[in-house]
């Protein structure tokens, strides 16, 4: 996904009864990470994951807080990988459903010095039983559910560990493609 893509992206509108996100505040936010793509602004993974939009002006409707909110769940998916210098996913695969390849060929990067991240370990299992899932859609794969539910322990000193928000911003993303999956019979 390149900066350009970024700020083109639209939103549908919010379902009925729904006030959805206020559509300027979602552009304006799009812009920002568009000019952190291009090293412009400074926006990190957790300011995209803890940004609140404002309900739409009365008597508008705003942006289906859905579609937002898995755009910019792949979105930080994407910085954190432009940030060491690769792209995540294939291009124009953003909006398509992972893979098991795409699963298996993820790499997260050391937590920041200081701050504690998940066991590598850990992770790494659950990765392997995702792979599982989405190749094989049994009955005894992982559920959205499931995915809400994981917890992984943060890593002591000297044990190798992963940074929470970008495993964080792919569960979101995975939560996302799952939920999706229950609701449309394969």
Do not use: K, W
């Not at 609140?52 to 979105?75: C, K, S, T, W």
Request: glycine share 8%; charged share 25%.
């Amino acid at each position: 996904m390149t900066p350009d893509d970024v700020r083109r992206t639209r939103f549908g509108q919010a379902p009925f009864g729904h006030p959805g996100y206020h559509p300027e505040q979602v552009d304006a936010f799009c812009a920002r990470i568009a000019d952190t793509m291009l090293g412009r602004d400074h926006l990190t993974v957790a300011d995209i994951r803890l940004v609140e939009f404002d309900a739409p002006p009365p008597g508008r409707r705003g942006y289906d807080i859905e579609q937002v909110d898995d755009f910019l769940d792949h979105l930080c998916v994407e910085l954190e990988y432009l940030r060491r210098g690769r792209s995540r996913l294939p291009a124009g695969r953003t909006h398509e459903p992972l893979t098991p390849d795409d699963v298996l060929r993820i790499q997260f990067s050391a937590p920041p010095y200081g701050f504690p991240g998940y066991v590598a370990d850990e992770v790494g299992a659950f990765l392997d039983r995702l792979a599982a899932t989405l190749a094989h859609h049994g009955p005894n794969g992982l559920t959205a559910r499931d995915i809400q539910d994981i917890t992984f322990h943060l890593a002591p000193d000297g044990v190798p560990a992963y940074h929470r928000d970008e495993v964080d911003a792919f569960l979101d993303l995975v939560v996302h493609q799952l939920e999706r999956s229950e609701v449309t019979p394969h």
